[in-house]
């Protein structure tokens, strides 16, 4: 179960993004109730991110929790996988 304060969450949204940022910590939150929830929802899923940088873009790719690396490769693309070396 995740408890989210309507009121809360609503303000929280109405502050600019400097604002932000302190408000958890001013109510005594370690974060928002949409992380948490969001954070909830992938322990439960058992999802996980990983990142990838380039030159144009950062993405994110969400994958189970267990996936074997040449597996997560894939996600992005199955030449990805096709082709993994292991070091």
Do not use: C
């Not at 996980?48 to 894939?74: C, D, H, M, S």
């Amino acid at each position: 179960m995740v408890v989210i304060s309507g009121a809360i969450e609503e303000e929280l949204s109405t502050l600019s993004p400097e604002d932000q940022k302190d408000f958890p910590a001013d109510m005594n939150m370690e974060e928002s109730g949409l992380n948490r929830l969001i954070n909830a929802g992938y322990k439960l899923l058992g999802l996980i991110n990983y990142f990838t940088v380039g030159e144009k873009e950062t993405r994110a790719w969400t994958l189970r929790k267990e996936t074997a690396a040449p597996q997560a490769a894939g996600v992005i693309h199955t030449d990805f996988e096709r082709g993994f070396i292991r070091a």
